[in-house]
Every structure is written in structure tokens, then in C-alpha cells.
């Protein structure tokens, strides 16, 4: 089980973390993913982080502002995000999969968690 949480209204400009907690499946089997969706638009990927934490990717609108970490021995992941945008207004979600490199594919993600709401606000 993956479960996700940190989000929250924030002003344009500001910060927030997230976290997401697994449970049930030894933690550092899996690559480690953070996605969004925004109301009306399709789920799009936003980083990942690979399983001993040695590989990171973002994407195009995520790097240089967010930045995804890993804790194996609390079973977490985190998304720390900063400068945030209006544009960053999205259900985020947590995802894993345990493929041998990542791919950042929808399709390839194995267990999601529930998503939490980040609102950024001008």
C-alpha cells in the first residue's frame, strides 16, 4: 500500500512536501515515482528516483524547482517542491514499479497510491 500526503493551498512562490509511505512490499525492490493530474488534463509524470536513490529524473517542468528523495529505512519517498507555480495545481500521486531502469511510463507503474491535492494560488 502506498499513501500519500504534504499537500495542501499554498501561495505562488512558496513550498511544500510530500511523502509517501509504502507498506507490505519490501521498499527498496521498487522504483519510486511522483505524477500529477490536473482537473481536465490527462496524468503526466513529474520524477522519479531509483530504488537505492543513485538515479533521479524530473520532468521538463519539475526540474530545478522539485527535488525527489528516498528513505529506505522509513519506507518513504519524498517530493520536496519549491517555487511553486498556479500551473502546479494538481492531484499528485505516488507510484512504483519494479522495472530495471525507469521509465516513467504510466503504463509501467505497478501500485499507486491515493493522490493529495496541491493547490497553488496567485
Known amino acids: 500500500q502506498l499513501q500519500a500526503s504534504g499537500g495542501g493551498l499554498v501561495q505562488a512562490g512558496g513550498s511544500l512536501r510530500l511523502s509517501c509511505a509504502q507498506s507490505g512490499r519490501p521498499f527498496s525492490m521498487d522504483n519510486l515515482n511522483w505524477f500529477r493530474q490536473a482537473p481536465g488534463k490527462e496524468r503526466e509524470f513529474v520524477a522519479a528516483i531509483s530504488r537505492l536513490g543513485g538515479s533521479t529524473k524530473y520532468a521538463d517542468s519539475a526540474r530545478g524547482r522539485f527535488t525527489i528523495s528516498r528513505d529506505n529505512a522509513k519506507n518513504t519517498v519524498y517530493l520536496q517542491m519549491n517555487n511553486l507555480k498556479r500551473e502546479d495545481t494538481a492531484v499528485y500521486y505516488c507510484?512504483?514499479?519494479?522495472?530495471?531502469?525507469?521509465?516513467?511510463?504510466?503504463?509501467?507503474?505497478?501500485?499507486w497510491g491515493k493522490g493529495t491535492q496541491v493547490t497553488v494560488s496567485s
Open positions: 507510484a512504483t514499479d519494479n522495472r530495471p531502469i525507469m521509465t516513467m511510463r504510466i503504463g509501467d507503474m505497478d501500485y
